[in-house]
């Protein structure tokens, strides 16, 4: 039996799921976290074959304590993982330090985790990017600036989400910054970028052991986290029906590119919403960032919502089997509404949940920690058309406020941009599978393998 560590199995909170698929595959399934286990989700502890509970999280030396025990208890770690952006590096050490070779290790998170780094990745995969300067003085910035214009963005360089991300538009904010950041953080490395005029498009995949997609799927953010998070504004994304091909393709070439393998990806990608001369022309993709875990909170769910299947499986089964027999089936878009407290929205949440009860998939709080970038209260549907999905928007986010519905009109004018119909950057690879594929219904390729050829550990 292969021993599975997975580090803070219970946030967030859907990630329970994880564990049950580990579990029912076969795997041990040892949970390491900070609650309490009598506070643990029922289901949790359902999916868990043990659970440790550390002071701190924080703490590398009883996380460290926590692997050594379980190491001494039942054997050889043969995984371990949090599929969370937060713990990347911690993962990578603790694999490090234990000699678990399943997944990235100390010397490959500079690639990973430092922006500026991974432009010369996406570089080699053919994915354009942005120009880049590392902020140090006012002089060598304004040179930048000078070459690129105004309005830049600056993050650091090593940074999770959209979290202390700035968009400077005059030198005055340009001296602003760099107060802030001499005052707060004087040892923190910023990156400034040149702004890009574009929405968010994601690729989404679970990639196996040989470094080739077993699932893939998409998102579209028509406003930028940044944005949500500094304008204390609605959220808004939605998984999109079919995924572009020039996505797939760029998706793909960046996989190789930063040699994945074993993991849930959500690569980030600018599609440009005007010409930059620097870039491209409208409608191209360029790089973002690579986010080496599943997208954020319930982003999961809605993906099996959107492909009719079940990713915690998928990523499960690709884990103990190196494949999946799991079905995808009929396609739809999946909108998320995040509406932030305090705005005087036209209809009521019962109003909302009485014209699109049969559309809706999940209603819910979103927890505090989350609540920056994703609202307050969140809806999630499934529609077959780009139409009825518009309507879902504009009926959930529409407001009394002026103020507000000058932003909802201006959000109408993005959704109008419709679907890209771009053709794929590069051919595609050669993904047959090493047994006969299933008879799902749809274009993403799954690799069948069954479950009497569990790879051994």
């Not at 599975?4 to 949970?31: A, H």
């Not at 830049?152 to 700035?166: L, R």
């Not at 915690?312 to 739809?332: N, Q, R």
């Not at 499934?382 to 507000?404: C, G, H, I, K, W």
């Amino acid at each position: 039996m292969s021993n599975f560590i997975f580090i803070s199995p219970n946030f967030p909170t859907n990630y329970w799921q994880f564990c049950r698929e580990l579990k029912n595959d076969g795997m041990n399934v040892l949970g390491i976290g900070d609650q309490p286990y009598d506070e643990l989700k029922p289901e949790l502890k359902d999916s868990l074959n043990e659970y440790y509970k550390v002071g701190s999280l924080e703490n590398y030396d009883e996380v460290y304590r926590a692997v050594a025990f379980f190491a001494f208890k039942y054997g050889r770690i043969d995984w371990l993982e949090s599929n969370n952006e937060y713990w990347l590096e911690r993962d990578a050490a603790l694999r490090t330090d234990f000699n678990i070779k399943s997944g990235f290790q100390t010397e490959d998170m500079p690639r990973i985790k430092y922006k500026s780094k991974m432009k010369e990745y996406y570089q080699k995969a053919g994915i354009a990017t942005a120009r880049y300067h590392m902020v140090d003085d006012l002089e060598s910035c304004r040179k930048f600036i000078n070459e690129v214009g105004y309005p830049v963005v600056v993050k650091p360089d090593n940074g999770v989400g959209a979290s202390d991300t700035h968009k400077l538009s005059s030198d005055e904010e340009l001296k602003r910054f760099l107060l802030y950041k001499s005052t707060y953080h004087p040892d923190l490395a910023y990156i400034m970028e040149e702004f890009v005029h574009a929405e968010v498009n994601s690729y989404d995949a679970i990639i196996d052991g040989s470094g080739n997609p077993i699932f893939e799927a998409g998102n579209v953010s028509p406003v930028s986290i940044m944005d949500i998070v500094n304008d204390n504004d609605n959220s808004i994304y939605y998984i999109i029906k079919d995924l572009p091909e020039d996505t797939r393709a760029a998706g793909r070439a960046a996989v190789k590119s930063f040699g994945v393998k074993s993991r849930f990806v959500h690569f980030e990608f600018f599609r440009m919403t005007e010409d930059q001369a620097s870039m491209g022309k409208k409608g191209q993709l360029v790089a973002l960032e690579v986010n080496m875990r599943p997208c954020g909170g319930f982003t999961p769910d809605m993906i099996n919502f959107a492909r009719s299947t079940n990713v915690y499986k998928i990523w499960a089964d690709m884990i103990a089997f190196g494949g999946t027999d799991m079905p995808v089936g009929e396609h739809y878009y999946c909108p998320f509404a995040g509406r932030r407290d305090g705005k005087n929205f036209v209809y009521s949440h019962e109003q909302i949940m009485q014209k699109y009860q049969k559309n809706m998939r999940m209603v819910d709080r979103i927890p505090e920690a989350l609540s920056g970038a994703m609202g307050n209260q969140m809806y999630v549907a499934t529609f077959s058309t780009r139409e009825e999905m518009e309507q879902f928007y504009s009926d959930v986010l529409a407001v009394n406020d002026p103020v507000n519905a000058k932003v909802q009109k201006e959000l109408a004018k993005v959704l109008a941009l419709g679907e890209p119909t771009t053709t794929a950057l590069t051919e595609k690879p050669n993904l047959s599978p090493a047994v006969k594929p299933t008879t799902a219904v749809t274009k993403t390729p799954t690799r069948a393998v069954t479950k009497t050829a569990r790879k051994r550990k």
